[in-house]
């Protein structure tokens, strides 16, 4: 089993409509939980971070966490074409700075 | 503020060679991490290093190895180069848990 697993896709959405990019993990113990969006031939810009359970919202962005289920979610409201790119999800297993990523999720927002 | 700066962008070597790659964090960040990224898939932790010392390892053999300098600024050293070792090597320096990182250094192996 994979530490982080996300759908590699390619998902693909319409502009306007709401894109849901999925993640899970395998150490319970985990602490911390980013999203990073990459850029083809780009290195990775964090997006969110989430910490406790529930969501957290940011702009066009919300992230969720279900430490029970293991589970992070990224929601992506009102999607431009400009959020076309890999979303990583990554995790901090001990908040020692050992991240773990996903091998990502491609996203693509068609006009 | 300067980001997180890594050198050289590109780097073409050969298989048996070794290779430098350079990283200087963002000012008033001391630690520093090491990912390797191979196309398609996400960033593999090699090294962590915290005020000079190492934090942490990923499971990459000895070739790889890694230091820190008084000024926070680091290097990673890969010897004995593989094919396999072609990918894009990123630098991330840390704030309160969070990690920024470099643009990153593509290594081809040919």
């Known amino acids: 089993q994979k530490e982080v697993e996300q759908n590699s896709g390619p998902l693909s959405v319409p502009e306007g409509a709401i894109a849901s990019l999925n993640c899970t993990y395998s150490d319970r113990g985990s602490q911390s939980f980013f999203w990073y969006r990459q850029y083809s031939g780009k290195s990775p810009e964090l997006i969110m971070s989430i910490y406790s359970n529930g969501d957290k919202e940011d702009g066009r962005f919300t992230a969720q966490l279900n430490k029970a289920s293991q589970y992070v979610s990224l929601l992506i409201r009102d999607s431009q074409p400009s959020d076309s790119a890999t979303y990583l999800c990554?995790?901090?297993?001990?908040?020692?700075?050992?991240?773990?990523f996903g091998a990502g999720t491609r996203l693509t927002v068609k006009p | 503020d300067a980001g997180v700066t890594q050198s050289p962008t590109h780097l073409i070597k050969t298989r048996g060679q070794h290779v430098t790659l350079r990283c200087s964090p963002i000012s008033g960040h001391k630690s520093v991490s090491w990912y390797q990224q191979v196309l398609g898939q996400g960033p593999q932790f090699i090294f962590q290093y915290y005020e000079k010392e190492e934090r942490g390892r990923g499971n990459f053999p000895d070739r790889f190895s890694a230091r820190q300098f008084p000024n926070y600024s680091s290097e990673l050293n890969v010897n004995a180069l593989l094919l396999g070792d072609s990918a894009l090597y990123l630098c991330a320096s840390d704030d309160r848990n969070i990690q920024y990182f470099g643009a990153g250094t593509r290594l081809s192996v040919l």
């Open positions: 990554a995790v901090n297993k001990n908040n020692n700075n050992d991240m773990r």
